[in-house]
């Protein structure tokens, strides 16, 4: 579990020759080579901060767990569960966020040349940041969310949108929405909670497209700010238990025996 756990921190890390580091890399790259002036130096500068607090939290726990010291306290050793038990909910677990994931993806991506070729007889760049019909891409990626979040199917109480959100801005513009998803695993792995991870990318999403994409219509950037708006609302329970310290931890260890809201 430890090695497991090393390679896995490395890699968020952004270690090379792991994955963590060629998405930084090829992000980094992409930045500077935009000749954008907030865009070229902000990306660099963000993916050197996230990487430093990820160090700073992962690291600690390799060493102590390969060099506890002589005075360390170790616990009773106990037996890990059977690849039988453990894989069935890696894989659940992460088919449930690809699909949700897919889902807000697929909505964008096939709206994007239906709006353009079909709809208007214009090229699909007259949706991208900037360009005339920008807006129309974001309230598509609106809609989306919203439609997670306020299903018909389930009385228009549904999920909220983390995941749904997540493909829809990698669909939309997929730098910003990896640089949502590192802000969102750092935000977990300082704090244990998912819900801030949550609410640092939704309240991150309209701050990015706004630095990012300053030249995009009013119409975009008022959609992103709806959609990290939403996405803060749908929140509201977890903040309340935020506030009151009675917010579930991450953990994967630890047997929760009592709900939150006791």
């Known amino acids: 579990t430890l090695w497991a756990f090393t390679f896995a921190?490395?890699?968020?890390?952004?270690?090379?020759?792991?994955?963590?580091?060629?998405?930084?890399?090829?992000?980094?790259?992409?930045?500077?080579?935009?000749?954008?002036?907030?865009y070229s130096w902000l990306t660099p500068v963000v993916l050197l901060i996230s990487a430093l607090l990820t160090a700073g939290y992962l690291l600690p726990v390799t060493v102590r767990g390969f060099f506890p010291g002589k005075d360390a306290v170790l616990p009773p050793k106990n037996d890990e569960g059977g690849w039988g038990m453990v894989a069935p909910i890696w894989i659940l677990a992460a088919l449930t966020l690809l699909l949700?994931?897919?889902?807000?993806?697929?909505?964008?991506?096939?709206?994007?040349?239906?709006?353009?070729?079909?709809?208007?007889?214009?090229?699909?760049?007259?949706?991208?940041?900037?360009?005339?019909?920008?807006?129309?891409?974001?309230?598509?990626?609106?809609a989306a969310v919203w439609g997670h979040i306020f299903s018909p199917y389930l009385?228009?109480?549904?999920?909220?949108g983390i995941a749904v959100g997540l493909g829809v801005i990698l669909a939309w513009y997929w730098p910003i929405g990896l640089s949502l998803l590192g802000m969102f695993i750092v935000?977990?792995?300082?704090?244990?909670?998912?819900?801030?991870?949550?609410?640092?990318?939704?309240?991150?999403?309209?701050?990015?497209?706004?630095?990012?994409?300053?030249?995009?219509?009013?119409g975009l950037k008022f959609c992103m700010a709806l959609i990290g708006i939403t996405v803060v609302w749908a929140h509201r329970a977890n903040i309340k238990k935020l506030m009151t310290g009675k917010e579930s931890k991450l953990s994967f260890t630890k047997r929760v025996t009592e709900p939150d809201d006791k």
Not at 198 to 213: R, Y
């Open 9 to 38: 921190a490395l890699a968020l890390i952004g270690i090379p020759p792991a994955s963590g580091f060629v998405s930084k890399w090829y992000l980094a790259m992409g930045a500077l080579d935009s000749g954008m002036a907030v």
């Open 100 to 142: 949700g994931c897919l889902k807000g993806a697929i909505c964008v991506l096939i709206a994007r040349p239906l709006i353009a070729d079909l709809g208007y007889g214009f090229p699909v760049s007259i949706l991208a940041p900037g360009a005339a019909g920008d807006w129309m891409l974001g309230v598509i990626c609106l």
């Open 155 to 160: 009385n228009f109480h549904g999920g909220k």
């Open 187 to 218: 935000a977990v792995a300082i704090t244990k909670f998912v819900s801030v991870g949550s609410l640092a990318a939704a309240i991150g999403l309209p701050i990015a497209v706004c630095a990012v994409f300053p030249y995009s219509s009013l």
